[in-house]
């Protein structure tokens, strides 16, 4: 079962306008209020941009390639000077900590777009792709910090708790919802 070649082009276009769009979008919560007489709602800023449900979810609806192409098309524009990096862009990017998370957008938009198109959808056939590309992005992320920091371990620990350990359980509520509009979504798509 896969995606039509005519539409992983549309998705992986799609995919690439979601991510830019989604690099500077922050989610928020919404609580009631404790003060006051109760009709007030206070928001929460998450820590983590929607980024990462953009390439999950281009993988989980347009498939694999339509993930990587979307990705790739995003780090060369980032890397070609266009601001669409969250710290904006250029060749000097390659020298950051979180390149190496840009890099996993990579290779797990392609895991989660293969696992979600090897069975029928559903939430639990969702749940473990966007999951598992989670846990991509995190390991060739982990793995390019200590590349570049190596042997400053001092930066390496720091770098790993701004860009890892920070924003996990904001990309856990990113990635919960990712998989609920994934999986109604390719219901209606009918693949």
């Not at 920091?149 to 390496?156: H, M, R, V």
């Amino acid at each position: 079962m896969s995606v039509p070649k005519p539409f992983q082009l549309m998705w992986a276009l799609s995919g690439l306008l979601l991510t830019i769009a989604c690099t500077f979008i922050r989610p928020s919560l919404l609580f009631p209020s404790l003060t006051g007489d109760g009709n007030n709602v206070e928001t929460e800023l998450i820590r983590a941009t929607l980024q990462i449900g953009a390439v999950l979810l281009t993988g989980c609806l347009g498939g694999r390639n339509a993930a990587l192409l979307s990705q790739v098309a995003y780090i060369i524009l980032g890397l070609s000077g266009f601001g669409v990096f969250y710290q904006g862009g250029g060749l000097e990017y390659l020298k950051s900590p979180a390149f190496g998370y840009l890099l996993g957008f990579v290779v797990g938009g392609w895991i989660c777009g293969y696992l979600a198109f090897l069975k029928p959808p559903s939430l639990e056939r969702m749940a473990i792709s966007c999951f598992s590309g989670m846990f991509a992005v995190h390991i060739i992320g982990i793995i390019y910090l200590v590349i570049i920091q190596i042997p400053n371990f001092g930066a390496i620990q720091t770098s790993f708790w701004q860009y890892s350990v920070q924003v996990l359980s904001s990309q856990f509520l990113v990635v919960c919802a990712t998989i609920v509009i994934a999986t109604f979504s390719r219901k209606l798509l009918f693949y």
